[in-house]
């Protein structure tokens, strides 16, 4: 089955820097690869998604790059803010699978101002 | 109002006991999930249900029953918890072939 590893589990940056986080799969079937974003006391909530068809993709300070021949995909968050802390997890699908996700162990975002 | 409403957000109970975490959806979703979350392994897949009636197995289904009778509830059951089964636990739903899961905002469980 599908396996997804993430890095780093913790992030540590200063206001205003960039933060990436890394994530490799296992399934080269694989063609759905969204990420979440859970703040305290919350359940996890979509901030970008990109499908194998697709190389990059960015939502105002969010992008998500995507390279099939490695297997893996990055988040960016650019010009970081102190609300961007929060754990960030990716996940794998093949859809034709169903709506099933395997998701990254996660990575803790610090933003220091 | 429209969501995805987990119930209790607490829950402490015994060894042995049986306990029950409700999850509710309005959006009429055919797809619902459960997972727990636990330090150090994200969120695992309990089980899951392509619609009403209809259930499967995620990656860690020992200990746990699932029901589906009705498309907007999903309760999960835990017929004797045991210790290793304290976690927080989500419960999420989404729409056929969009992939975008929608999640509760859990139920923290702790078992004595």
């Known amino acids: 089955g599908e396996n997804v590893e993430q890095h780093p589990s913790t992030l540590s940056v200063q206001e205003g820097d960039s933060a990436v986080i890394k994530c490799t799969y296992s399934?080269?079937?694989?063609?759905?690869f969204p990420w979440y974003k859970q703040e305290l006391g919350k359940g996890p909530q979509l901030i970008i998604d990109?499908?194998?068809?697709?190389g990059e993709k960015k939502d105002q300070r969010i992008a998500v790059t995507l390279n099939k021949t490695a297997k893996h995909f990055s988040l960016h968050i650019t010009e970081t803010q102190p609300e961007d802390s929060a754990v960030y997890f990716c996940?794998?699908?093949?859809?034709?699978?169903?709506?099933?996700?395997?998701f990254g162990a996660g990575t803790i975002l610090r933003v220091k101002s | 109002d429209a969501g995805i409403t987990q119930s209790p957000r607490y829950k402490i109970t015994e060894t042995g006991r049986q306990v029950t975490l409700m999850c509710h959806q309005t959006?009429?979703?055919?797809?619902m999930f459960w997972y727990r979350q636990d330090l150090g392994h994200g969120l695992r897949l309990i089980y899951y249900?392509?619609?009403?009636?209809?259930?499967d197995k995620g990656e860690v289904p020992d200990g746990y029953v699932v029901s589906r009778s009705k498309t907007e509830n999903f309760p999960l059951t835990l017929e004797s918890a045991t210790r290793s089964q304290t976690s927080v636990y989500f419960c999420?739903?989404?729409?056929?072939?969009?992939?975008?899961?929608?999640f509760g905002d859990g139920t923290r469980l702790s078992i004595l």
């Open positions: 999420a739903s989404s729409e056929a072939g969009t992939g975008v899961q929608h």
């Open positions: 399934d080269s079937a694989s063609n759905y």
């Open positions: 990109i499908r194998s068809n697709v």
């Open positions: 996940a794998a699908s093949f859809m034709e699978y169903g709506n099933k996700l395997v």
């Open positions: 959006w009429s979703h055919s797809y």
């Open positions: 249900s392509a619609a009403a009636d209809i259930t």
